[in-house]
Each structure stands twice: as structure tokens, then as C-alpha cells.
């Protein structure tokens, strides 16, 4: 096979993601989730799951905010599966991951603001308290649950081998089964914690904390409780992996997704898994919003819905 002109000056110029890896990294992990969405996001079982949650009281400007927010995430779902129809994937699988995230991060404001009226006005502001009020009450349902607190070295790994459970399989295999979707899953989440510990380390090199203890590395016990101190509190769940998946697909590691040797079928396979993730987890939120927002404003948000969307529904909102 001929070099490539462009990736090989990239590699030359700076650390450039080896594209085979960064491209199984960014499909095998959206296959994994859709393969565990499979079986777990029926109207009947999401129902059963919120069953025993509660009706909040009255709050128009909340209840008004979960409402658009949702729309707002159906709308990003219904582009995403218009998308699945396109022959060539290349041209659109860009947008697909940005249309994919939105889904999931409007679907995730909608629950936020049904839960407790937040609107949080930054993504990492979005991900803090998605973990208190939502995942922090069990309120996710399964693959989008998965989670730990504390970032430091020690507990990612003790935390990760927990969840795992002996579970071997990672990223670089294609998942065709829930065992193997399960160790890609978890592979993802190993990754973005260690991502997420990286990052605040290098806020601490940058703290004047850390400039006036004189510290070079974090191998004495001092330069070690200054940066453990801001890992352990942090966390990671799937909205902080999904802002940083978005931010890979699309920033860094982009050239895999429109360059190189045709990898169409696995995009076009790509493209239907992002459509069914988000809109299991749009669904997700929908279920969770009937319950907390004003019963008798459900019916009427429906019926308006149905009636004046301009574009497809991803899904049938008379069945919650």
C-alpha cells in the first residue's frame, strides 16, 4: 500500500493517533453500547424501571425547560437516523457524532431539569450534576449507568477490575455479543478516567500550589496529597464520555473518519449504532420526564408534539 502524503507529515510534525486504533476505538465501543441497549429499552421495561418514581412538586419553569430540551434531543435522534439512508457514510459521520452527543446531552438536561429544575450552563457543569441527582440515585438504566468517583491512580484500577468482574475483552475487538460489548464498554470507561486524571493533573502542575512547594513530579507524599486532593472527588459517567468522545471524533483523532482506506460498511454500521444509543437514551429521558413534570401536561406536550414536529419522531410518545 502506497504512504499516505497527509498522515505521514502529521506523524512527523507531532503525536499523532495511530488511525487503525483511533478508528476501533470510536466504532467498537458505540457497537457495545448498542448491542447492550438491545434488550433493556422496550417501553415496558423503562416503564417498570421509573415505576417507583415520584411526582415532584409543581414547577412551570422546570417542567417548561424539560420540554424543550427534549424536543431538542428527539430532534438530534431523528437527524441521526435520516442519516442511516445515505449511501457514502464519509460525508456525514462527523455531524452524526455531534447530532449523537446532542442527543444524549439535551436528553441528560431534560432529566436534570425534571429532577430538580438545574440547568447547568456548561458541559462539565452538565456532567457534575448528572452524577448527584441522577446516577447518584440509580436513576440510569443499564449500559448508561456505569460510573465511579475518585480518580486517583489506585482506585481506577481497583474500581475498574470491580466492574469488570473478570471480564478480559477491550476496545481493539469488535464486540458481537453482550460479553464482549460489555469489555468494550468498560475499556472506554478505563480510558476516559484516565483521560479525565491526566486533565486535572495538569491543572495541578499549574496550580501556585503546586509552583511554590517546588514540586516536579507527583512522587513525593506532599505533591501527591495536592493532586489527590482534586482526583479524589472527581468522577467519571457516560455524560463525562461522551463529551470527551465527541471531542476525539471531532478535534484530535479526526482524520480517521474521512481519510485513508475505505472503511464504509463498518461507518455505515456506525452511523445505525449511533442513531439506536441515543435514541435508547432519549427514550430513556422521555419515560423519567412523564413521571416528575405536571401529570396533566404530559397528554397536552404529546399531543402538541405529534402534531406540529417537522420531522420524524425517533419514537412513539402516546406508548409512555
Known amino acids: 500500500m502506497p504512504i499516505m502524503w497527509l498522515l505521514n507529515k502529521l506523524f512527523t510534525q507531532r503525536d499523532q493517533p495511530t488511525p487503525r486504533f483511533a478508528f476501533q ?10 448491542i ?4 433493556e429499552f422496550s417501553h415496558d421495561g423503562i416503564r417498570d424501571f ?28 431523528s437527524a ?24 444524549t446531552y439535551y436528553a ?25 441527582e441522577i446516577v447518584g ?4 438504566r443499564t ?17 475498574i477490575a470491580n466492574i469488570r468482574g473478570g471480564n478480559r475483552y477491550d476496545l481493539n475487538t469488535v464486540p458481537v455479543n453482550e460479553e464482549m460489548a460489555f469489555g468494550a464498554v468498560c475499556s472506554y470507561l478505563k480510558g476516559t478516567a484516565e483521560y479525565e486524571k491526566e486533565r486535572l493533573e495538569e491543572r495541578v502542575k499549574g496550580s501556585p500550589e503546586y509552583r511554590r512547594g517546588g514540586f516536579n513530579n507527583f512522587r513525593t507524599n506532599a505533591a501527591k496529597a495536592l493532586r489527590d486532593a482534586r482526583l479524589e472527588p472527581a468522577q467519571v459517567n457516560f455524560l463525562v464520555q461522551a463529551f470527551r468522545y465527541r471531542g476525539k471524533a471531532n478535534y484530535r483523532d479526526a482524520i480517521y473518519l474521512s481519510y485513508g482506506r475505505d472503511q464504509s460498511g463498518e461507518l455505515r454500521q456506525f452511523v445505525e449504532d449511533l442513531g439506536s444509543v441515543s435514541g435508547a437514551f432519549s427514550l430513556m429521558a422521555a419515560h423519567y420526564v412523564s413521571k416528575r413534570v405536571v401529570r396533566v401536561d404530559w397528554p397536552e406536550f404529546v399531543n402538541d408534539i405529534n402534531e406540529y ?12
Open 25 to 34: 476505538g470510536t466504532v467498537n465501543w458505540m457497537r457495545g453500547l448498542a
Open 36 to 39: 447492550l441497549c438491545e434488550d
Open 50 to 77: 421509573y415505576r417507583g418514581v415520584q411526582r415532584r412538586r409543581p414547577n412551570e419553569t422546570a417542567d417548561a425547560l424539560a420540554f424543550e430540551f427534549l424536543l431538542m434531543s428527539m430532534h438530534n435522534v
Open 80 to 103: 441521526i437516523d435520516s442519516m442511516d439512508e445515505v449511501e457514502n457514510p464519509y460525508p456525514i459521520v462527523r455531524s452524526a457524532i455531534v447530532a449523537w452527543y446532542y442527543a
Open 108 to 132: 441528560s438536561k431534560a432529566m436534570l431539569a425534571a429532577s430538580s429544575g438545574s440547568n447547568p450552563q456548561t458541559h462539565a457543569a452538565a456532567g457534575k450534576n448528572w452524577q448527584s
Open 137 to 140: 440515585r440509580n436513576l440510569v
Open 143 to 159: 449500559p448508561f449507568e456505569l460510573h465511579f468517583v475518585n480518580l486517583t491512580p489506585a482506585n481506577i484500577d481497583d474500581a
Open 309 to 320: 414536529a417537522q420531522f420524524e419522531l425517533p419514537y412513539n410518545l402516546d406508548e409512555i
